[in-house]
């Protein structure tokens, strides 16, 4: 098999992603197959030794422990205290409940690094109290969308567990580098959203009763409900960031810490332990077998000479080093629509971290660029896994009219700060040399 003949792979992994494989069973085959016609028999040790690679790779743990933290958050009692509180505040602006959703969503985000529990658990709470205030449907759906599609781009994210390692970038630099972009999306949701309401009052109608609290009793009501989130987030990004933590102990840290916190909320059961054990084995199996067969199917890649490949495909059409990182990007944001943002990160970034490297691009800039367009990815229509995720909780009430509608807003919002991040490179690489000097 010659060096050209592996760049066949990913069209073979593609066809049989389109006729419904799942994704690490596909890129298995495609590393079987490809693999055995190029080392034969030999092979079966190369797997071996990914296999034993991935067992005892102290960061993945930190994988279930997210996923962990992440399930009994979404079933320990916190979110309703904290959702009133934040309403309590903004009540008075336009689009006050879409604007506390928002905040609610950055909070959980920064709190558990699990895109689809924050969506769920913010939805379910928010929905119907927006419905009840005659919101538009368009503008619930984007809001409930955007703001769960942060858990990609607020650290912790579980995508950044995996692609550091592959990236060869520090887990702590990459968490700090997509800080700043996550905060900087959110406060353009949250704008949106007043600008929107405020011009046109329709699409959310003003609150009209009067909140008889004080302001004493405000900022009582606000304390209860924000030490409790407040505590987890600095269990697990605190202790990371001021290098008191690996990401592993951090993520330890964290599922401790809610642990207590659903014993204090008197929500902890057995009964809730095991649907969040449940969860959590089910979720993680899924993602370390995309990891495994994504080292599989990369390695294959590798050994076969796929590097120089690529690299002589490139120089033959003489593509500039920008033209080169506009086409990995738009080949993830396609892929966005059929795949996960794992599997993405498994098949896109061991091929393009090497050739960025090699154009003298920063690593880190480049993989937080990523993660926004994989971002946007998860919530751009058709195929947008934000939508899926809506539709199993919203009423019937709103349409998947109004959910294609309702994103569009939210997608500007991200492609404004995809563009800010390729004219003002430091917005990714400022936090982690503040933070760590490097």
């Known amino acids: 098999m010659t060096a050209q003949t592996v760049l066949w792979m990913f069209p073979v992994l593609l066809g049989l ?83 506390a959703a928002l905040l609610m969503c950055t909070i959980f985000a920064a709190a558990s690094g699990v895109v689809g529990a924050t969506e769920t658990l913010v939805g379910m709470l928010a929905i119907p109290a927006m419905v009840k205030r005659r919101y538009d449907n368009a503008l619930i759906s984007g809001t409930i969308c955007g703001g769960g599609s942060l858990g990609t781009i607020i650290p912790p994210s579980v995508p950044v567990v995996v692609l550091a390692p592959i990236a060869a970038l520090s887990i702590g630099d ?9 905060l900087l999306m959110s406060g353009l949701f949250i704008l949106y959203i007043v600008i929107a309401c405020g011009l ?32 987890l987030i600095f269990t697990v990004l605190g202790t990371l960031f001021m290098g008191l933590a690996t990401p592993t102990e951090a993520a330890a840290c964290g599922s401790l810490g809610v642990l207590i916190l659903a014993v204090l909320y008197r929500r902890m059961s057995w009964h809730l332990l095991y649907q969040a054990t449940l969860q959590t084995v089910s979720l993680t199996a899924m993602i370390l077998a995309i990891i495994l067969a994504g080292g599989m199917f990369s390695g294959v890649f590798f050994a ?27 080949v993830a ?84 700060v995809l563009g800010l991040l390729l004219v003002a490179p430091w917005l990714a690489t400022w936090m982690p040399k503040v933070m760590y000097g490097g």
């Open 17 to 99: 992603i389109f006729l419904g494989f799942p994704v690490a069973f596909s890129m298995m085959l495609a590393a079987l197959g490809f693999g055995l016609m190029r080392f034969g028999g030999t092979l079966v040790h190369q797997f071996a030794q990914r296999i034993d690679d991935l067992a005892t790779n102290y960061v993945l743990g930190a994988i279930p422990l997210f996923i962990f933290m992440g399930s009994i958050l979404e079933r320990a009692g916190i979110a309703e205290r904290l959702f009133d509180a934040l309403y309590m505040w903004t009540r008075r602006l336009p689009g006050g409940l879409a604007v």
């Open 174 to 182: 990459l968490l700090a580098g997509i800080l700043l972009p996550g």
């Open 200 to 231: 046109k009052p329709s699409l959310a109608p003003p609150e009209t009763e009067p909140d008889g609290r004080s302001f004493a009793e405000k900022i009582r009501i606000t304390l209860v409900a924000l030490i409790p989130p407040g505590f």
């Open 304 to 330: 076969s000479g796929g590097m120089q490949a690529t690299k002589g495909v490139l120089d033959a059409f003489g593509l500039s080093p920008w033209s080169v990182i506009a086409i990995i990007l738009f």
């Open 333 to 416: 944001f396609i892929l966005g629509f059929l795949i996960d943002s794992i599997s993405i990160i498994l098949i896109i970034v061991p091929i393009a971290i090497p050739l960025v490297k090699s154009f003298g691009i920063d690593p880190l800039w480049f993989s937080v660029v990523l993660l926004v367009m994989l971002q946007t990815a998860y919530l751009t229509p058709p195929m947008a896994p934000s939508i899926f995720y809506l539709r199993a909780i919203a009423p019937p009430s709103i349409r998947l009219k109004d959910m294609y509608w309702g994103v569009i807003p939210f997608i500007i919002c991200q492609l404004l």
